[in-house]
């Protein structure tokens, strides 16, 4: 009999092959703690691109797959002791839907990257899915896997902000200044430009959810309405590159939300500033190792990962003392980790430990998907207030 | 015969007396380089309040008034070579207006404190009575006096970013968080909440202008429209303590402002950061003395004060060596050092030098009463864009 | 009969006239307050460059005099309610002792610049006049006039770091990286690097000797015995533009002391960290309003200038609210105040207020005198330890 | 045949297991690229705590051993392509010499960690060995690892900097502020303070030797003389807990070096700042992205992690874009592709790209041991300076 709880666990990933950015990144954060195995895939949608990508990984050629639906036939097919337990899909985001739908129709346990899928009615069916099937669906927001960004989660919910009133959060990064895509030299540029392929939205479908689940899931504060201006700067570019809300959110909170890929210089700048009634927080995604808290009544703190007067939850998602920088990996494999947990604990007839299994579902990114339509929806109107 | 290049200017204040906060600080700036001799007052809204303090700081009894029409009427008295070059206004906004008009309808240069006044009609009075006069009107947005900011609008303004397209100007304090009007005990926050001493807007009209003044300088560019949401968050509270606007410019420029005064622990937290095609500025007034310079294509640079390679108008506004920090009252004293230069050289019946006569005049203030009756329109409007 | 309490305090300055840097700094930092008045001087040791320069400031021909020995002539034969309260000397090193002397001989109070003098018999010899006459006598070790270096005094005097075990302590400028003195250009790298002006060191008394008065005002902790290596990088150079020197404190704290003037690129880098059993705290010049404390059983913190929980010293040495920059003539302004609160104190004929009268005295000056002396005899020593 | 560019690579590690902390770090450094493969152990000096340990990693059991010699001995007979690559050392410090020495003579590949050996004596044996065997040794020096450490060392190189002329370091942590050893809770303090386990020396062993070969490393310069101050401040404590030391470099560079575990709230405060005759550079393992060049003649740049405008070793060094934070374990990861790569060279017979095999070897942790004993020498020397 396995011990499932010694047994690396056992992943197939669809996309990320080579010349794609974000596939390696997951599978760097899947190796990390030894806890996790990658055994199968279908890393292109080139079947040659993608077989070739398969054997520069080491991929076992009868686990070598040209396309996601052979993957999935061929995994169905496998005994249980070697079969996946999940899947991991890095594509861009087009092709999310289909795959996940699939995969988690069949049973298996699902990471997606975000934005989850093009709409709601998609988004809507993949909830209903999972519902049904009763399995692990976790969504790479990574940023919430951040030692710190759980403290400010733990900090907020007690209270120890008071009632929050302000939010002003920002996403800018620069490497969209210029009409890079379309050059064939910049994958990255041509899909996530491309409205085909990265959907409604530009900038705000790819950072600005970022930006709104890391206020989400810190603060749990539900948007009641939002005011969206959303701008193409750059010359013949078919979707945003820039934007800014107002946000209110139930219970009289008022926020701020940026998201711009043309701040020049600037690289992966996404900073969040938290305000209530008794003490403001601000984070620095290029300093996630630290936590800034202003007291109203006291000189301001600044809390560092490692600590051990952090919470429960902070100190688990750390590897490392204090002052030995972790970074965008770790809290990448912390997303994991949760997923792991989680999946381990079905595969173990238990119920999850919930500072375990700690990583954003498929109801969040149906969120996201959701902020991403009613953002683009304020972009079109008149009217100042558009509702969620 | 005066030697109008050496003798010191004579200024009179209206307001700043016992209890006040910011008369100190332009009496400060004003003595700081030795040009400028304070010489007759009328230091509060209460005579006797207004002697008391006039004794405190060692005015002459026969220049020590109880009201600001008795210093007027004493001032046109008095032969040339002893009356007054100036007078310096530093009451509740209220009281800008009139004495503003008085001493400049009389021929008397003017400084005034922001916001210049409550109505867009009594701005465009004043903006007449001085064009008629010809006199000198500064306007202290203090902010703009720091060397750096010179330095940034040179930068902006001799196309070094490119293209402006995004532009993020915060203002956030935290000192207004809780109730503390109404007490007694804190005069400055019992006007600055008060409609009928404050005006039309709370936090917008206190700091919010402060942003927008340092936006228009740096960069010139025009607000086309702009949609504000405007909060007043503590109980009780009768004008906005937080507020957030999107802007477009003319040009194509976006923008968002934030002004807010419930931000608990923050201090005196002016901020921006423009963005151009070619690259990024970022300036933060609680370290005033660097200028983050973010080009597209080349490492971050960081400007400081007293550098050799910088604009000559930054330098002129610099005292000591690099390193020596300057701060607050030393960029009110450059405020107060380009009207002097203004009215020296009207003394001496010459044009001034442009580099010298560095300073925001009636206009600005005129244009930031505009600001704020078009933000407090926009907050009261469902439509999203109010025009300029 | 004249109010003491009001009137503003009368002062005569030896040295700053034109070309100098320091005179002006100690003339802005008299005049920010309103409480110090310039009436007499000998700027230069040119007589006519001191007159010059005299009437450039505005002094009163009378009162503006060609050398020293005429100004206090002329000071003593004035009548009291004329006569300077006291003299300010700001010349070059080697012209501190006479002038000091002479003054504090004649019975005025005096503030003198540092190093105080250039020998330790100089230094006994004045600290000896000084006793006799019961006068003030003020050393611009500038740097301890900051806020939170007073602050930084209250937590180390009061135990909150534990026993005081490493003190590392920084004075860094770039400067002199080059070969600038003797072209004429530069009269402050002249003087400064040449042993007839400067005396014995060069980086180690300009600079150095700023070092070791934070680290004794801040901790009163004595030296014990010293270990120095100083050098001159620059070729051709007299005098040392850098050293570094191990420290050995009484009670056995350890320390490190750097003073650099070839640290390409560095601006005005004075340094300090304290390290006790219970915490440590760590202080910037270039930062002057922070003060950053790092308890060893919690998170670190950020004591910010203007905060209502600073000790008293700390908040009497403040002008502005919190947030808004104080800096360099701010602090020297702090300085001179305390020495004007111990001679108001002597005029009233009542004992000071010691948080009053707040400022480094002859003895301080004394104690720098034989720290360069030490340290000029270890760097020319074989054996490790040099004794006080 | 072996495609030797494509199979991960085998190791074993000795030490590690269970209440170890750096073989996980190493474990997970090895993981991180996929390239490296943990196949056998001796995991810890108590056997059954070996073999425990080892079954929680996933050992094969036949693999999975009781002591290195039993390791060593079972590796000599296995096949070649089932053997391992190369031997991971993490043993406390006394453990290194005889292990190393083993498997070097035994013809392993070794990478050891730091510092390598208790006296020079051993370190001459083992370079002897090594170089007689002519295998790859690596010492994982980890910080040289950083790119910005390696982008550091090219402007050094190159002359960026102009003559090097002065030099300061520090290590400075908190940890061992009190006396937390022997208590039999804190594993790691109990034998980095014992000279049994640790060596000569406490602070300057652990992590001096650190500081000594980050300044090694990036400038080639090479110590002349040394003057150490050791204190063992913690009462009862076995070996020097804070040491500062004066260098004086061969060329006429001068430094400090200070390494401190008492310096209390300090984290992982590795700080390193070169000084040149045309610039100095700054750098912070606690911000390990961010390299500060501060040119003579411009504003100061900061160099981040990621820009196209880096060195090539700079840029090989990094995974993730720019402002998507690496850190100590992709440094650790660094160090271990460079001895894979030469590895990889080795079994390819092919000479090894220096760009790709950039690790430091026996030779550099030969030098540290020499480094420490000298320190400790000097310590306890009257006279100022020990030659090296």
């Known amino acids: 009999m396995t011990d499932t709880t010694l047994r690396k666990l056992r992943y197939a990933m669809v996309g990320g092959g080579r010349d794609a950015f974000i596939g390696a990144v997951h599978r760097k954060a899947m190796a990390l703690d030894g806890q996790i195995e990658f055994v199968a895939g279908a890393l292109s949608s080139s079947p ?13 050629d009868d686990r070598n797959h040209g396309d996601w639906q052979t993957l999935l036939a061929d995994e169905l097919k496998r005994p249980a002791d070697e079969r996946i337990d999940f899947v991991s899909i890095v594509t861009p985001n087009h092709v999310h839907f289909p795959v996940a739908q699939a995969f988690a129709d069949a049973g298996f346990h699902v990471v997606c990257d975000k934005p989850l899928v093009h709409t709601r009615d998609q988004a809507d ?11 692990v669906f976790g969504v790479t927001y990574n940023y919430t896997g951040y ?8 900090m907020v919910r007690s209270g120890q902000l008071g009632d929050i009133r302000k939010i002003v959060v920002e996403y800018n990064q620069g490497w969209l200044a210029s009409h890079v895509e ?24 790819d950072i600005g959810s970022h930006a709104e689940n890391l206020v989400a899931s810190i603060t749990g504060l539900e948007i009641e309405s939002l005011c969206a201006d959303l701008t193409a700067h750059v010359p013949g570019r078919m979707l945003d590159d820039d934007g800014s809300l107002l946000l209110r959110f139930k219970g009289g909170a008022r926020g701020v939300l940026i998201a711009s890929q043309i701040s020049t210089g600037l690289e992966n700048d996404l900073r969040l500033r938290i305000s ?5 927080l601000e984070w620095h995604q290029e300093q996630p190792s630290q936590l800034v808290h202003l007291p109203h009544d006291g000189p301001k703190r600044i809390f560092t990962r490692g600590g051990p007067w952090l919470c429960e939850a902070a100190r688990r998602a750390s590897r490392l003392p204090t002052g030995h920088p972790e970074g965008f990996i770790e809290a990448f494999a912390n997303i994991y980790a949760g997923v792991a947990a989680d999946i381990r604990a079905r595969l173990a007839g238990q119920p999850a430990d919930p500072l375990a299994a700690d ?13 991403i339509e009613r953002t683009v929806a304020s972009a079109q109107s008149q009217l100042k207030w558009t509702p969620w």
Chains 1, 2, 3, 4 share one sequence.
Do not use: C, H
């Open 276 to 280: 209530g009634s008794l003490g403001t």
């Open 182 to 205: 379309g050059s064939g030299s910049n994958k990255q540029a041509d899909w996530r430009t491309d409205p085909a392929r990265s959907g409604a939205a530009g900038a705000i479908g």
């Open 147 to 154: 030692p710190m960004v759980r403290q400010a989660r733990e």
């Open 125 to 135: 069916a993949l909830v209903a899915t999972v519902a049904k099937q009763g399995t």
């Open 359 to 371: 990583y954003p579902r498929v109801e969040d990114g149906a969120r996201g998907v959701r902020f």
């Open 48 to 60: 040659d691109k993608a077989r070739a990508s398969g054997r520069d990984l080491g991929l076992a």
